[in-house]
């Protein structure tokens, strides 16, 4: 499974981002997709997950209300919406993927997934 990462970039606080993530080299709608990141000196960290169905999501709870993951069966993509960006929201976002072996599965732990792609940054600017 490839997966490439886009949609980065510089925001102002308040302002909105959509990050996509591109699957490759597996049937994806057989994958549970997620959304980590990792700012400087911190270790990363979970933000979103979706099933391979999308019928179940989960967002932490830094970015409930901001935040949303969607998926499009169609163009093989995984999409993470962020609203009113904060400053603390800087880090480069990772996503990543996992075989799902039973219907509704998702991870929000590291070791959850399998397949990482190559990030893409996320700066927040005041």
């Known amino acids: 499974v490839q997966l490439q990462a886009s949609g980065g970039g510089l925001v102002q606080a308040g302002g909105s981002l959509t990050l996509a993530c591109a699957a490759s080299?597996?049937?994806?709608?057989?994958?549970?997709m997620g959304w980590f990141r990792q700012a400087p000196g911190k270790e990363r960290e979970f933000v979103a997950t979706?099933?391979?169905?999308?019928?179940?999501?989960f967002v932490v709870d830094a970015g409930k209300g901001r935040f949303s993951i969607s998926r499009d069966s169609a163009k093989n993509t995984v999409y993470l919406q962020m609203n009113n960006l904060k400053l603390e929201d800087t880090a480069v976002y990772y996503c990543?993927?996992?075989?799902?072996?039973?219907?509704?599965?998702?991870?929000?732990?590291?070791?959850?997934?399998?397949?990482w792609g190559q990030g893409t940054q996320v700066t927040v600017s005041s």
């Open positions: 990543a993927a996992a075989r799902s072996t039973e219907s509704g599965t998702f991870s929000r732990i590291l070791r959850g997934y399998d397949y």
């Open positions: 080299g597996h049937t994806f709608n057989t994958l549970y």
């Open positions: 979706i099933s391979a169905s999308g019928g179940r999501m």
